[in-house]
């Protein structure tokens, strides 16, 4: 079965980095796009970034743009987001997701959510 185990969050200060990671297995992992998705507190949950399977187009929501950065290693079944100067804002649980089809930055476009890891940045 399709299985998404996201790692890598913690507790860092403002202005720090983190790389999430995401592990895929149940499927073909190399034939999909893959999201990062975040959900705050009483927020919705939001897109963040996204990269096609071949790593040859990526997206990337306004409020990260220039900060964070989406790849995949397809031999290892894995995408990454290195997230830099972190902001006390970005403090949510990251999802990764599996698009199935449709608009990258819509929640509905994607199938299967991992179970989220926890990034708390502090002020």
């Known amino acids: 079965q399709v299985q998404l185990v996201e790692s890598g969050g913690g507790l860092v200060e403002a202005g720090g980095s983190l790389r999430l990671s995401c592990a895929a297995s149940?499927?073909?992992?190399?034939?999909?796009?893959m999201g990062w998705f975040r959900q705050a507190p009483g927020k919705e949950r939001e897109f963040v970034a996204a990269?096609?399977?071949?790593?040859?187009?990526?997206y990337y929501a306004d409020s990260v743009k220039g900060r964070f950065s989406i790849s995949r290693d397809n031999a290892k079944n894995t995408v990454y987001l290195q997230m830099n100067y972190l902001k006390p804002e970005d403090t949510a649980v990251y999802y990764c997701?599996?698009?199935?089809?449709?608009?990258?930055?819509?929640?509905?476009?994607?199938?299967?959510w991992g179970q989220g890891t926890q990034v708390t940045v502090s002020s």
């Open positions: 997701a599996r698009l199935i089809g449709g608009s990258y930055s819509e929640r509905g476009s994607y199938d299967y």
């Open positions: 990269i096609r399977w071949s790593s040859s187009r990526t």
């Open positions: 149940g499927y073909t992992f190399s034939s999909y796009t």
